[in-house]
């Protein structure tokens, strides 16, 4: 039977909302302290779930479960941990969180992946850290020049 991690998912919120609160939200700058708590958060949870954690250029970090057949195309899950100032914890992070909680369900039921599964934590995303947006997304695209 397949259950949803729910208490990760729980837990991953509140440890992101305590690293990076700032009244009236949460804070979490592109690049900055808040941003790089959070990947740090995320990180060693990937490392708890046994995955395999990389990062590109821009910084993005890239947690996968191989899969059964890892030639095969990923799925790909995920979102951006950065904030405006002032944001809402679930902003981008809930992409990420959703993500590793979907991949610790399926190893808690036993279940394999016929094909890589990435859970992607996208750097820089909100465009009013910088005079650009999408920094993140872009680079993993490769469309960042």
């Not at 991690?5 to 509140?14: F, K, P, S, V």
């Not at 395999?52 to 996968?64: K, P, Q, S, V």
């Amino acid at each position: 039977m397949l259950n949803a991690d729910i208490a990760l998912a729980g837990r991953l919120l509140d440890a992101l909302q305590e690293a990076s609160v700032d009244e009236p939200g949460i804070t979490r700058d592109a690049y900055g302290k808040g941003e790089e708590a959070a990947h740090t958060i995320v990180l060693k949870e990937a490392e708890r779930l046994g995955l395999i954690t990389t990062r590109d250029a821009a910084g993005n970090l890239f947690m996968t479960w191989p899969g059964e057949h890892r030639e095969r195309a990923p799925w790909i899950v995920g979102s951006h941990l950065d904030s405006v100032p002032h944001g809402g914890n679930f902003d981008g992070a809930a992409g990420v969180v959703a993500g590793l909680a979907a991949v610790s369900a399926l190893k808690a039921a036993g279940l394999k992946p016929p094909r890589p599964i990435i859970v992607l934590a996208i750097r820089a995303e909100e465009s009013t850290w910088f005079p650009t947006s999408y920094i993140g997304s872009r680079a993993a695209f490769g469309q960042l020049e």
